[in-house]
């Protein structure tokens, strides 16, 4: 395998044993980086090692410091932080086992592909993949990577498994202190209604190749055009249409819904409704002189 494994060690389940490999399952994507330049040179700004009082120091100087008092550090060479003796360094333990949806989505915080380390794990590997298929568990336990130590979960995918990391719970908000002023009501059922239709309406199965990042896109064309008029005047675009959605009161929201419902490339469904609304608008048209005549 081309790629360079994250952390290499051993999953274990009670006395069993099964050498893995794990990769990072992500990468990063199209992104536009900028430097600090200084602009009467149009030099880059560059940063030094400074020590108040002394200057400019080598890297080789440096150590890392933990601060007990105020400017008193307890310092600690990289060495000594790397020999902390810590189990799950090697060894990822499946120390309990529950259902998938129990874990909160707030929690999860970066996946990482799990492979057998050789032949030999394959085996036991296939056995324990198809035995979290099956009672629809997910695997939980704890791993040391680059420095910290971590909450894991282990589940099925495809004929390997997928480790997503885990938050520890001091590290999630509880959602309640954001959540408890929003009122606990039932929405009307018109409005529910045509939500729904809404979201029918724009269903479909999961690509995340419909989606690409158009901030980037419009920063290249941004930086394309400043290169071209070589720097001369700012370029700034107002996309702002100045409408304000925090006015909008129950019968705005059943318009806008109704009229999101109606645009182009709406379901059978939606389509089939439009003209049956239009249709008694011009029965009463026609029924009026008939009326005054009586």
Same mark, same amino acid.
């Given at each position: 395998?081309?790629?360079?494994?994250?952390?290499?060690?051993? @999953? +274990? =389940?009670?006395?069993?044993? @099964?050498?893995?490999?794990?990769?990072?399952?992500? #990468?990063?994507? &199209?992104?536009? !980086?900028?430097?600090?330049?200084?602009?009467?040179?149009?030099?880059?700004?560059?940063?030094?090692?400074?020590?108040?009082?002394?200057?400019?120091?080598?890297? /080789?100087?440096?150590?890392?410091?933990?601060?007990?008092?105020?400017?008193?550090?307890?310092?600690?060479?990289?060495?000594?932080?790397?020999?902390?003796? =810590?189990?799950?360094?090697?060894?990822?333990?499946?120390?309990?086992?529950? /259902? &998938?949806?129990?874990?909160?989505?707030?929690?999860?915080? #970066?996946?990482?592909?799990?492979?057998?380390?050789? /032949?030999?794990?394959?085996?036991?590997?296939?056995?324990?993949?198809?035995?979290?298929? +099956? *009672?629809?568990?997910?695997?939980?336990?704890? =791993?040391?990577?680059?420095?910290?130590?971590?909450?894991?979960? %282990?589940? $099925?995918?495809? +004929?390997?498994?997928?480790?997503?990391?885990?938050?520890?719970?001091?590290?999630?908000? #509880?959602?309640?202190?954001?959540?408890?002023?929003? $009122?606990?009501?039932?929405?009307?059922?018109? %409005?529910?209604?045509?939500?729904?239709?809404? @979201?029918?309406?724009?269903? &479909?199965?999961?690509?995340?190749? *419909?989606?690409?990042?158009?901030?980037?896109?419009?920063?290249?064309?941004?930086? !394309?055009?400043?290169?071209?008029?070589?720097?001369?005047?700012? @370029?700034?675009?107002?996309?702002?249409?100045?409408?304000?959605?925090?006015?909008?009161?129950?019968?705005?929201?059943?318009?806008?819904?109704?009229?999101?419902?109606?645009?182009?490339?709406?379901?059978?469904?939606?389509?089939?409704?439009?003209?049956?609304?239009?249709?008694?608008?011009?029965?009463?048209? &026609?029924?009026?002189?008939?009326?005054?005549?009586?």
């Amino acid at each position: 395998m081309a790629a360079r494994a994250y952390w290499q060690g051993q @999953i +274990r =389940l009670a006395l069993v044993s @099964i050498p893995v490999e794990i990769y990072s399952a992500t #990468k990063s994507g &199209a992104q536009v !980086a900028f430097h600090q330049v200084h602009e009467p040179s149009g030099k880059r700004i560059k940063y030094e090692k400074v020590v108040p009082g002394i200057g400019p120091i080598d890297t /080789d100087e440096i150590m890392k410091g933990f601060e007990v008092e105020k400017g008193e550090y307890v310092l600690l060479d990289q060495d000594e932080i790397d020999a902390v003796k =810590l189990e799950s360094k090697k060894t990822l333990e499946l120390t309990q086992f529950v /259902d &998938a949806h129990e874990i909160d989505v707030l929690y999860y915080e #970066k996946p990482y592909f799990v492979v057998p380390a050789d /032949d030999l794990a394959e085996e036991a590997f296939v056995v324990l993949r198809e035995a979290l298929k +099956r *009672t629809k568990k997910v695997g939980l336990g704890q =791993l040391a990577m680059r420095g910290r130590e971590y909450v894991v979960s %282990l589940k $099925p995918c495809g +004929r390997g498994m997928v480790l997503e990391t885990l938050r520890y719970a001091d590290e999630v908000h #509880k959602a309640q202190g954001y959540f408890r002023d929003i $009122p606990d009501a039932e929405p009307d059922a018109d %409005l529910l209604g045509l939500a729904e239709s809404l @979201i029918d309406k724009k269903s &479909a199965k999961f690509d995340p190749a *419909t989606f690409h990042d158009r901030y980037v896109d419009a920063l290249k064309g941004l930086i !394309a055009r400043k290169q071209k008029q070589k720097g001369k005047r700012k @370029i700034i675009e107002d996309s702002d249409s100045g409408d304000d959605a925090r006015g909008s009161n129950v019968v705005d929201l059943m318009a806008a819904l109704k009229k999101s419902l109606e645009k182009p490339g709406g379901s059978a469904k939606s389509a089939s409704k439009a003209p049956a609304k239009k249709a008694p608008a011009k029965k009463p048209a &026609a029924k009026a002189p008939a009326r005054k005549r009586a």
